[in-house]
Structure formats: structure tokens, C-alpha cells
């Protein structure tokens, strides 16, 4: 009689966890949007085209490997991460906790940080943009520049992009054990605190 009350309760929590995951995302957004701006106009402003360069590389490669998993996990099924988490495989538990929340962690990798990674790196491009064309006289000269790293940061990210999508789909499991293994080590350092904490 007692199993009836508590399995509408989960009901009940899961819909509302789910009708506030947009929110939730919005503000995750803003929150990585602005520190990641921050931090990056912190970098090129401090210092030269260079470290602007990799400042634009590195989140053009967050961009790909997020969409890239938000890809893998949409793609995978429970059934061999269920069988890999009875073997004891590490990794296979939270890769199984990942597929479970697939809409959410797609959300989070694709949307998230792989969009505003996108953004940003465009920012970052305008950044250079203006480093280079400082002493330029002809107008023509600096739509043009401006257009040319605009087009090149939009083709690697689009181009990295769909390589990656295609590798997502064919190496799935193999993408999503590697996230849960790379989860593994906090899951398991929150563990050991707790251990310590009761004793």
C-alpha cells in the first residue's frame, strides 16, 4: 500500500526536474557564456595574436569534442553499458547514468558548450580581427580581412563539426565509456571524502 505514494512522488520530482532543465540551461549558458568571454578577453587583451590563435583553437576543440559526445549519447543503447557495469568495466556505471539523461547531457554538451564555445570563438576572431587591421586605411581592405577569419573559424568549426559527428556515431560506446571513465575519477574522489567523513 506504502509503494503507490512514493513511485507518484518520483513521478512528481522527475516532472519537475524536467519542466525546470530549460531554465536550468539558460542560466548554465549565461553563467559559461560570461566566464568564458571574460576570460578570453582577459587572455587577448593581455597579450598578441598568438595567444589569441589558441585561444580561438581551444574553443573551436570544445565546440567539436562536446557536440561529439552530446552525438554519441543519443546514439547509444543501455544494453552494453548495463552488461560492461556487471563486469565491474570502469566507466560503464556512469556511462549508463549518461544514456539514462541522454536528452539532458545532449543538451548540455551540444547545445551549451559547444554553442557557446561557437560564439566565443567567433569573439575571438573579431579580436584578432582588430589587432590586425589597427593601422589599415582602406575600409574595403578590413571587411575583407574581417570576412576571410570570420568564414575560416565558421569552416573549421562546421567541418570539425561533421567529422566528428560521423566518428560519434560509428564509435558510440567506445566515446561514452571514455566521458564515464573521465567521470569515474570525481565519482570515485566523492566517495573516498565520504568514507573519510564518516570515519
Known amino acids: 500500500m506504502e509503494e503507490v505514494p512514493k513511485r507518484k512522488n518520483k513521478k512528481v520530482k522527475k516532472q519537475n526536474s524536467t519542466n525546470y532543465w530549460p531554465l536550468k540551461i539558460f542560466v548554465m549558458a549565461v553563467a559559461l557564456s560570461l566566464s568564458f568571454s571574460i576570460l578570453s578577453e582577459f587572455l587577448m587583451g593581455a597579450t598578441g595574436i598568438i595567444v589569441a590563435i ?53 543538451s548540455l554538451c551540444a ?54 559527428k560521423r566518428k560519434a556515431m560509428e564509435n558510440c560506446n567506445s566515446i561514452i565509456l571514455k566521458v564515464g571513465k573521465f567521470l569515474s575519477l570525481f565519482t570515485k574522489q566523492k566517495s573516498i571524502d565520504k568514507n573519510k567523513k564518516i570515519k
Not at 117 to 127: E, F
Open 54 to 106: 589558441i585561444v580561438i583553437v581551444v574553443f573551436v576543440l570544445i565546440a567539436i569534442i562536446t557536440d561529439m559526445i552530446g552525438v554519441a549519447v543519443t546514439a547509444c543503447t543501455k544494453e552494453p553499458f548495463m552488461a560492461m557495469s556487471s563486469k565491474k568495466i570502469r566507466g560503464a556505471k556512469e556511462g549508463l547514468m549518461l544514456i539514462r539523461n541522454a536528452d539532458k547531457v545532449a
Open 111 to 164: 547545445d551549451v558548450l559547444g554553442d557557446v564555445c561557437g560564439i566565443l570563438s567567433g569573439a575571438a576572431g573579431a579580436s584578432i580581427v582588430a589587432k590586425i587591421t589597427i593601422d589599415f586605411q582602406n575600409a574595403n581592405l578590413t571587411i575583407l580581412v574581417a570576412s576571410l577569419i570570420t568564414a575560416l573559424i565558421a569552416g573549421v568549426t562546421i567541418f570539425g563539426k561533421a567529422l566528428g
